[in-house]
């Protein structure tokens, strides 16, 4: 039993004297938000560090999707996965498409490339897909698809800030690819989110969508939204991706210790291995096969609650599983068999820089000593 409770994350937080004196600067020359000097370091920052031409950053994740679906003017269906965070449909429902729900990869998690083209109808007019975990898509795949049927590919990749697929920039794949900066996430700025994208013209469009829609003071030319980044949270972001690397080299270190320490666990698997891949070191996730390993997930789930240590069902329920789908065909139960399977195996666990050793060995012994 852990004195402290032990939790899924910490978020990485700069000293605070390290953020005084941009924010005094802030404090000087009064710009708070819409695209102040903060807002373009971070901007020209994170173009360098995903090594992407393009980058337009947004209030939050969902708002940087939402807008960057509606910038492209979908139309119709797009094909997606139901294991996800329910951002990534919703962004759908809120530009009015349907989202037609593909079952996924028993291996990777992600959207089963097998399974997309089936599922094209003359209304479709996107792919969207999850790097779930930060496991990539089948991004080759998913492209040809595509190509011969003239869609739009678009990636949620809030596991995956700074990874690659072989070499190449993962935010360089598909039309648009959508990156998360929340609290929780890897890199954050308290609440924040990014698009990097392959149309460069597109830039002037999601400054517009993200701010109203206003071309200039006597202006409004599209019906847009609030959706800016603002100084302080600029600032937050600048001194966090100062720690990103030390924090990837902690986790990197955990990650190989959870690893080592679960290996001989029958019916248990690592699931954010990312062989080949470098790994986005966002989650730690386990998948539980009860036949073997003998307990079901969610016996393990309240079992480590009893030891103070907290795991999340990532990502439970399905979004198949809204209540407002219950009359989409793909949504059915039959149409997802490996999405039904695996949303009941899945375990994140706690995973962050801080967290010791000793923690991470105690967390197996349970798992392997209290079935
Ligand atoms: C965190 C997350 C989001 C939402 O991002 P916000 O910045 O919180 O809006 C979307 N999709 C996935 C897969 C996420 O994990």
Redesign the pocket.
Known sequence: MFKEPIYITRPLLPNLNDILSSLTDVWNNQWLTNNGPQHSKLEDQLKQYLNVENLSLFN??????LLGIKALNLTGEVITTPF??P??VQALDWNNLTPVFCDIDPTTLTLDAAKIESLITEKTSAILG?H?FGNPCDVKRIQTIANKYNLKVIY?G??TFGTNIEQHPIGNFGDMT?F???A??LFNTV???ALTYKDESLVEKLNLLKNFGIANPEEVILSGLNAKLNEIQSIIGLEVLKLVELERQKRHEIKKVYEQYLADIPGIRVLTKNEGDQSSYQYFVIQIDKEIYGKTRDWLHEKLKEFNVFTRKY?FPLCSEFKWYENLKSARKENLPQAHKVVTEVLAMPYYGELQMESVIKICKVIRESR
């Open positions: 939050n994740g969902t708002s940087a999707l996800t965070f951002a990534t999850v779930t949620d809030a596991h959508m998360s900066f929340h929780t996430k609440e924040g989110g990502f």
